[in-house]
């Protein structure tokens, strides 16, 4: 008898191509689904702490908002922050460390000029093909280098508008209160250019030192001076120990600021009757100004998201965010520095609902935005 074939009645086994697509579409989706890490080298401790915590604030406000949407084609964008403590060495330190250990594709909103020329001159961004998005400062020292993407408006502009108000008021006789680096000499050098223009009569110019922020000598000096208005090119906590001193000793000159002194630090840090008056330049819409759609997204998105973190410089970060988001956006997702920076470059009158981002001249602030904010008797934000 002759054996009959035995024929299974279970699947025929799966093909090896089979099991290596298979293998290959899961892992290709967990690499699509990679985090994209944004690196951002700010102080979150020292002078310049409430700056570089808004700043984040900020950021992550935008970054969140994208994420909960679906992030960028399927991934997550993350945010790294380092705290550099306002320190250049610092910044470059830190700087290299997230790059080698996180792979990010961008670097971030960092605080002070002296910081971000420290990350130009290292060579940071030219050896990785980094882009530097945000910075805080709109010195001319950082405007227009490989890499720099500045989603706001230049100092010379906010010092342009400035003497052109104060100019209107008939005021002309202006005293400056300067840091004394970078950053500090950088306004200056704006203040003195324009002068001639406005024919403002720049009577007297007082430093102090960045690491220090020692102000009591430029206090007994600039009291001495009969100006009408002093400007402030200074940072947050400096500023806000000067306009202490300054009251409590007599001075009765118009104190006014570019947007690098938060004024909301301004108004958690002195009474209302010594902070009455104060006149800030800003690079962005206030809060009140709920009529640009813009800033209704960002009060609703900040409602939902509560943190002791924002201030004036958190709307700063949420551009900043958007910019990025719209760069990866365009990009496709590659999660490259080199086809981010592509992307960016060819964003031109990018409207946020009322604020516009242009790269199309690198050699000038992303954004020519400048308004002007006066602290009134009550201690709150009038434009």
């Known amino acids: ?27 290709s989706g967990m690499l699509s689904a990679k985090d994209i890490v944004v690196a951002q080298i700010a102080p979150q401790s020292g002078v310049q702490a409430s700056a570089g915590k ?37 910044t470059v330190r830190l700087a290299k460390e997230v790059i080698a250990k996180e792979n990010p594709i961008a670097l971030a909103a960092t605080v002070g000029t002296a910081n971000a020329e420290a990350l130009i001159k290292s060579g940071v961004l030219s050896d990785t093909g980094l882009s530097l998005v945000g910075p805080s400062s709109g010195a001319n020292s950082v405007i227009g280098q490989p890499g720099i993407y500045l989603t706001k408006a230049s100092y010379a502009d906010e010092v342009n508008q400035l003497f052109a108000q104060l100019s209107s008021m008939g005021l002309t006789r202006i005293a400056v209160l300067y840091q004394d680096d970078g950053y500090g000499r950088d306004l ?11 024919k403002v009569d720049l009577i007297a110019r007082s430093p102090y030192d960045r690491i220090t922020g020692n102000v009591e000598p430029a206090v007994t000096a600039l009291l001495k001076a ?8 200074a940072i947050s906590a400096p500023a806000a120990e000067f306009i202490k001193l300054y009251k409590k000793r007599g001075g009765n000159a118009m104190l006014v600021g570019p947007s690098p002194v938060d004024v909301a630090y301004l108004q958690r840090q002195l009474s209302k009757e010594q902070v009455r008056g104060y006149v800030a330049s800003t690079v962005g819409p206030i809060d009140s100004r709920t009529s640009l759609p813009v800033i209704r997204e960002f009060l609703k998105l900040k409602a939902g998201n509560p943190s002791p ?64 904010v006066t602290i009134d008797r009550l201690g709150a934000l009038v434009r």
């Open 1 to 27: 008898m002759t054996n009959a074939r035995k024929f299974s009645t279970s699947k025929p086994p799966t093909p090896l191509i089979t099991i290596f697509a298979a293998f290959w579409l899961a892992t």
């Open 54 to 90: 808004a700043y984040t604030a900020g950021l992550r406000l935008g970054f969140d908002s994208v994420n909960a949407a679906g992030g960028i084609n399927g991934s997550q964008i993350r945010l790294v922050t380092l705290d550099d403590g306002y320190k250049p060495d610092e």
């Open 188 to 198: 200056l050098n704006s203040a003195t250019l324009l002068a001639p223009k406005y």
């Open 226 to 233: 009969d100006a009408q208005a002093i400007f402030l090119a």
């Open 309 to 372: 973190d924002y201030g004036a410089r958190s709307f700063e970060g949420y551009v900043t965010a958007r910019v990025l988001i719209a760069g990866m956006q365009r990009s496709k997702g590659t999660g490259t520095p080199e086809t981010l920076s592509l992307a960016l470059k060819s964003l031109r009158a990018m409207d946020l609902g009322g604020y516009s981002v242009d790269f199309s001249d690198l050699k000038r602030g992303g954004s020519s935005y400048v308004d002007f």
